[in-house]
């Protein structure tokens, strides 16, 4: 199976569960300038903005080595932009949320990391 199509199915079971736990998609894949975002959410008064990992090859530990620092300032950037074309979420809480996908295990990792000021 290549890349990208094991990357949709990593998405969309990444999406049942998240959707599973009382989570909205309300996107997916949004596009920046800065990077894209896998999956956006809502829960309450919450934008949750996730990072979808999946593979096959290696196991959860890699996988939680894979968002590093470079690639969380991409997604905040992103969220950022998501959040200036949207206004109507202002007031809302944001949260960066990850998932990680393995073909035995699904772990959904909330506030994965923050970003910093």
Same mark, same amino acid.
Request: proline content about 3%; glycine content about 6%.
């Given at each position: ?9 990593? %998405?969309?079971?990444?999406? $049942? ?10 996107? $997916?894949?949004? $596009? ?11 829960? %309450? ?7 979808? +990992? ?23 950037? &992103?969220?950022?932009?998501?959040? &200036? ?19 035995? +295990? ?8 923050? %970003? %910093?000021?």
């Amino acid at each position: 199976m290549d890349r990208s199509k094991a990357g949709r199915q990593g %998405e969309e079971r990444a999406a $049942r569960v998240l959707e599973k736990a009382g989570l909205k998609i309300i996107a $997916r894949n949004a $596009r920046s300038p800065y990077g894209e975002i896998d999956l956006i959410a809502l829960e %309450e008064e919450t934008v949750v903005f996730v990072e979808v +990992k999946s593979w096959t090859s290696f196991g959860m530990e890699d996988l939680r080595d894979s968002v590093g620092r470079k690639k969380q300032l991409r997604i905040i950037e &992103t969220a950022k932009d998501f959040l &200036t074309k949207h206004s109507e979420f202002d007031g809302f809480s944001i949260r960066f949320d990850v998932v990680f996908i393995s073909p035995q +295990k699904v772990a959904h990792i909330p506030s994965a990391f923050v %970003e %910093e000021t």
